[in-house]
């Protein structure tokens, strides 16, 4: 559960209950841009491919539009190997799902955040998970998964690979995973001569705030800067950020295409992490767009407010929501994420499972018409499966 962080050393306030639920934290923080943002300060030595100083190419259009439906694909079941290889036809189903979600061509996926790795069993938050399957690097399954961005590409869906351990922050060994993930994005679109064939981003899913037990335990609010998280790991997160943005800056400076960069953000985050916020709230910041996981179902607030648009009440004061989130990330375009799961994998006041794809699609409705702000550019769904959209009662 969040807290607040106390400034004078006296110890934190717990959040209340939403002030957790509504939470579903990621990614950020360390190394600094030098003033030309060609060069890093950063030990995890971000892999350089050389060529001219990055091009200035025009922002993806996607960014400056309010028209992205996007879908967070995770290594679940049907797995990713199965999908990749199109094992019981899974690849043929999802891409049915996503040009017509429940039967709705309008409501289309047109984006899509995708774990296309496979991970050996074990607790996540004990120890980093070890890749078994990994199509980035593997000569035999790497054609798989070029026909499969190649018919998403077709199909109008730009695919980012998607990567997420709330322990990667933790030590500057587990540091270098994230960044290693970028570095293999990056040669496997090089490997790919067919550009429809290629990720279009990368989209990282860290959430130090999940660490409840194994050997860092709590340790994400320990030693903290005012108002944000633990000092150590916040360099960290701005290192993993910074050396991935460089990464992809100079994949870009090679090729000529734009890499996107994103990450996901609870929806209280701005709020009780500001470092964070003033990091990655900038123009000139290394993320191309950030999701904020607003994990709200209808219900209302203790003001008789909708906690999907107004936020929840935490014990003291109401954090979170579209509302409050559309006006702290002010200079970075933002997706507006809702969650699907059931109690199995979501608190019921945190997800649409209950209510039905059809409230949540109206809900959806209505953000994109009634708020104003330049900065929204549309909505994420959390996730395809199992148990999730895909399977949501009308």
Same mark, same amino acid.
């Given at each position: 559960?969040?807290?607040?962080?106390?400034?004078?050393?006296?110890?934190?306030?717990?959040?209340?209950?939403?002030?957790?639920?509504?939470?579903?934290?990621?990614?950020?923080?360390?190394?600094?841009?030098?003033?030309?943002? /060609?060069?890093?300060?950063?030990?995890?030595?971000?892999?350089?491919?050389? *060529?001219?100083?990055?091009? #200035?190419?025009?922002?993806?259009?996607?960014?400056?539009? @309010?028209?992205? @439906?996007?879908?967070?694909?995770?290594? !679940?079941?049907?797995?990713?190997?199965?999908?990749?290889?199109?094992?019981?036809?899974?690849?043929?189903?999802?891409?049915?799902?996503?040009?017509?979600?429940?039967?709705?061509?309008?409501?289309?996926?047109?984006?899509?955040?995708?774990?296309?790795?496979?991970?050996?069993?074990?607790?996540?938050?004990?120890?980093?998970?070890?890749?078994?399957?990994?199509?980035?690097?593997? !000569?035999?399954?790497?054609?798989?998964?070029?026909?499969?961005?190649?018919?998403?590409?077709?199909?109008?869906?730009?695919?980012?690979?998607?990567?997420?351990?709330?322990?990667?922050?933790?030590?500057?060994?587990?540091?270098?995973?994230?960044?290693?993930?970028?570095?293999?994005?990056? #040669? &496997?679109?090089?490997?790919?001569?067919?550009?429809?064939?290629?990720? %279009?981003?990368?989209?990282?899913?860290?959430?130090?705030?999940?660490?409840?037990?194994?050997?860092?335990?709590?340790?994400?609010? $320990?030693?903290?800067?005012?108002?944000?998280?633990? *000092?150590?790991?916040?360099?960290?997160?701005?290192?993993?950020?910074?050396?991935?943005?460089?990464?992809?800056?100079?994949?870009?400076?090679?090729?000529?295409?734009?890499?996107?960069?994103?990450?996901?953000?609870?929806?209280? &985050? %701005?709020?009780?992490?500001?470092?964070?916020?003033?990091?990655?709230?900038?123009?000139?910041?290394?993320?191309?767009?950030?999701?904020?996981?607003?994990?709200?179902?209808?219900?209302?607030?203790?003001?008789?407010?909708?906690?999907?648009?107004?936020? %929840?009440?935490? +014990? !003291? $004061?109401?954090? +979170? /929501?579209?509302?409050?989130?559309?006006?702290?990330?002010?200079?970075?375009?933002?997706?507006? /994420?809702?969650?699907?799961?059931?109690?199995?994998?979501?608190?019921?006041?945190?997800?649409?499972?209950?209510?039905?794809?059809?409230?949540?699609?109206?809900?959806?409705?209505?953000?994109?018409? !009634?708020?104003?702000? *330049?900065?929204?550019? +549309?909505?994420?769904?959390?996730?395809? #499966?199992?148990? #999730?959209?895909?399977?949501?009662?009308?």
């Amino acid at each position: 559960m969040l807290e607040n962080p106390s400034e004078d050393g006296a110890p934190a306030r717990r959040l209340g209950m939403f002030g957790c639920l509504a939470l579903y934290l990621p990614v950020a923080m360390f190394c600094i841009y030098c003033a030309d943002r /060609g060069q890093i300060s950063s030990p995890l030595n971000a892999t350089s491919l050389n *060529a001219a100083p990055p091009t #200035a190419l025009s922002a993806p259009a996607f960014l400056t539009q @309010r028209e992205t @439906r996007a879908l967070w694909l995770w290594d !679940e079941t049907p797995s990713s190997q199965a999908i990749i290889e199109n094992r019981e036809g899974a690849q043929d189903a999802l891409l049915d799902f996503l040009a017509a979600p429940h039967g709705a061509p309008k409501r289309n996926i047109n984006r899509l955040f995708f774990a296309a790795q496979g991970h050996a069993p074990g607790d996540p938050l004990k120890a980093a998970q070890p890749v078994q399957y990994n199509p980035l690097v593997g !000569e035999d399954a790497r054609p798989h998964l070029q026909r499969l961005l190649g018919r998403l590409s077709a199909q109008g869906v730009a695919t980012e690979l998607l990567a997420g351990q709330a322990i990667w922050l933790a030590s500057d060994e587990l540091a270098q995973i994230p960044v290693q993930r970028c570095r293999e994005t990056v #040669a &496997f679109n090089l490997a790919s001569e067919d550009p429809k064939a290629r990720f %279009a981003g990368v989209h990282l899913d860290i959430e130090p705030h999940t660490i409840t037990r194994g050997p860092w335990a709590g340790q994400w609010w $320990q030693h903290r800067l005012p108002r944000g998280y633990n *000092a150590e790991w916040t360099q960290r997160w701005k290192e993993i950020l910074t050396s991935c943005r460089q990464i992809l800056d100079d994949y870009q400076a090679q090729t000529g295409q734009r890499l996107t960069l994103s990450s996901d953000i609870g929806s209280d &985050f %701005a709020r009780y992490n500001q470092p964070m916020r003033k990091f990655l709230n900038r123009a000139d910041g290394p993320l191309d767009y950030l999701v904020v996981l607003n994990y709200f179902d209808t219900r209302k607030n203790q003001r008789g407010q909708p906690m999907f648009v107004d936020g %929840a009440h935490d +014990g !003291e $004061q109401i954090v +979170g /929501g579209v509302r409050q989130n559309l006006a702290l990330w002010s200079q970075v375009p933002v997706l507006i /994420g809702v969650e699907t799961g059931p109690e199995s994998i979501a608190p019921d006041p945190t997800s649409f499972y209950q209510e039905g794809y059809q409230i949540m699609h109206q809900t959806l409705d209505t953000l994109l018409v !009634e708020q104003a702000s *330049a900065r929204l550019i +549309g909505v994420a769904i959390h996730h395809y #499966a199992p148990d #999730a959209y895909r399977d949501m009662k009308p």
